[in-house]
């Protein structure tokens, strides 16, 4: 199989896979269920994004009625765009829960680094050179949007941002590899030496982390 074929199907079973995690994380939301390790302790990264995410629910819970309204006259298409707007309001609702049930976790293994249904590294101790605060906030001079993996000051940089900015940054014994979704330049498999991420609660992060490492 060429190489195109590989990665559309690649892209159809991550969008598949990505899908299922968006109604699974209302279910966990409901049963109070988080994707925590046993032993592990969840830390929050929702603060930075949770207002856009509840304008987005709201327009989308007003959309539906607006849109039947303007086409009840027409039977299918009234059942067609019910059926949609009724997915596109679960969806963002799964995309919300996402964020609480998917947090960053710190345990016995190492460090979860989450972004919702998309983003799950992991870091173990034995990689682990140190963790510390390190705030980045977005140049707004530039006009380019951020990238996820960069070079800066010869160092291979994984920025996993909330707003454009991140809080903690995890500096690794050697170059290390984490794997991102989707096909190269942006996913793929990617070594680096710093991960940087944001949490609400940086340092309560930290000091979970001293439990594990000086």
């Known amino acids: 199989m060429s190489a195109e074929p590989q990665r559309a199907g690649a892209v159809v079973a991550e969008l598949a896979r990505g899908e299922m995690l968006i109604f699974e994380s209302i279910w966990l939301a409901i049963t109070r269920r988080p994707r925590i390790a046993e032993g592990a302790k969840g830390f929050a990264y929702h603060r930075p994004t949770l207002t856009i995410l509840m304008i987005f629910i709201v327009l ?3 959309e539906i009625p607006i849109i039947d309204m303007i086409v009840h006259r ?5 059942v067609l765009m019910l059926a949609i707007g009724i997915w596109g309001l679960l969806w963002m609702i799964g995309l919300l829960c996402a964020f609480f049930v998917r947090p960053h976790t710190v345990g016995p293994e190492g460090i979860h680094v989450r972004e919702g249904t998309r983003i799950d590294l992991f870091a173990s101790w034995d990689d682990i050179e140190s963790v510390r605060l390190h705030l980045t906030t977005p140049d707004m001079k530039s006009t380019d949007k951020p990238k996820r993996i960069f070079e800066q000051d010869g160092e291979m940089v994984c920025a996993i941002r909330a707003s454009n900015e991140t809080n903690i940054e995890i500096r690794f014994e050697r170059p290390t590899a984490l794997r991102l979704p989707g096909g190269p330049p942006k996913g793929g498999v990617h070594e680096v030496t710093l991960l940087q991420f944001w ?4 340092k309560e992060l930290l000091n979970e982390v001293r439990r594990y490492i000086g």
């Open 60 to 62: 989308s819970a007003i």
């Open 74 to 78: 027409w039977v299918p298409v009234r």
């Open 199 to 202: 949490a609400d609660e940086p």
